[in-house]
């Protein structure tokens, strides 16, 4: 298949590196309409903003043949992937087009069968550039090329007003979330487009149907501000992850030491059955503390920020201490 010389690793590098110029200059502009016109908003809850951070988005270059269409030699697509940043450029093969007529169209072939190579959803696209660039007129907007300060001249306000319309979009689709059914987080959890950690992976690598019931359960709540009962589940999902770490190195747990105190005991201070290190059993007593608060609260004591951290604990110890499913 013709690739046009946009496979080569020299050409992919430079794509990438050029994708990432166009990605800060999007941003550039999307940060300044925030500060400017949504800062309140803004700093009363952030989760709507979903392009304001780098580490909280992803680049994905696809590397279309010449047998694709007749539109496009290459799609950039700047993604929402909270907490996993990535950038890939991936060269479509001839196996990946197997059965290419049989979609609607183009863009559902990519949706539904190369997305899910990488984990993504098509909810997860907050910025789509399209490049033919063997019909390029214009040789210093080719992504092969690119020249920034040319680009943000030329398309200065196409740009913004892509990113006004992201802005407005998510606010928009954030405020409809927000007035859904909370039985829908409840057994949906995974597909919140606002979620701090992506959870799909966390609940693949726990493997356990009760931890599934239960983070969907905690982020059910958190969905409706109900942090209180959110960090208290989510302490119970902090049990079943240590639980399950104990099991899977083989340390014998009585029932009496399911509790979340003792389990980390038994994953740090004891020397015959410490798995952990320091800084995770720091984390953990944290944790654990804020899920003591949490079971035993006054009003105000629990905030929204005390689950971010118990969350991230989660999916922090989940990631490093337990096997991936091969």
Do not use: W
């Amino acid at each position: 298949m013709n690739y046009n010389g946009l496979d080569e690793t020299e050409t992919k590098n430079i794509i990438l590196k050029n994708s990432k110029k166009l990605e800060d200059l999007y941003r550039k502009y999307y940060i300044d309409r925030v500060q400017t016109l949504n800062q309140d908003s803004f700093d009363a809850n952030p989760a709507p903003y979903r392009f304001y951070y780098e580490s909280n988005c992803s680049i994905l270059v696809l590397i279309f043949p010449e047998e694709f269409n007749a539109r496009q030699d290459l799609d950039v697509y700047f993604l929402s992937t909270p907490g996993q940043r990535q950038v890939n450029a991936y060269v479509v093969k001839e196996e990946d087009l197997q059965n290419l007529d049989s979609y609607r169209d183009e863009r559902f072939f990519i949706y539904e069968k190369i997305f899910p190579q990488f984990g993504y959803k098509s909810s997860q696209v907050l910025f789509q550039i399209e490049q033919r660039i063997k019909e390029d007129i214009y040789k210093k907007l080719s992504i092969v090329s690119y020249d920034i300060e040319y680009i943000a001249s030329i398309y200065e306000t196409s740009i913004r007003t892509e990113t006004i319309y992201r802005i407005r979009e998510d606010i928009q689709q954030y405020k409809e979330i927000d007035q859904t059914p909370v039985s829908y987080f409840a057994q949906n959890a995974t597909q919140f487009p606002f979620s701090i950690i992506d959870l799909n992976p966390l609940m693949e690598i726990v493997d356990d149907l009760d931890f599934t019931y239960q983070l969907e359960q905690a982020m059910a709540a958190y969905r409706q501000n109900l942090f209180l009962p959110s960090a208290a589940t989510l302490g119970v999902c902090l049990e079943t992850v240590c639980s399950k770490i104990c099991e899977e190195h083989s340390i014998n747990v009585k029932n009496s030491d399911t509790q979340l105190g003792k389990l980390i005991k038994l994953l740090y201070e004891d020397p015959n059955t410490r798995i952990i290190t320091r800084r995770d059993n720091g984390r953990l007593e944290v944790a654990y503390k804020m899920r003591n608060l949490a079971s035993h609260s006054s009003p105000g004591a629990v905030l929204k920020g005390d689950c971010h951290f118990m969350l991230e604990v989660i999916a922090d110890i989940a990631y490093k201490y337990l096997k991936r499913i091969q």
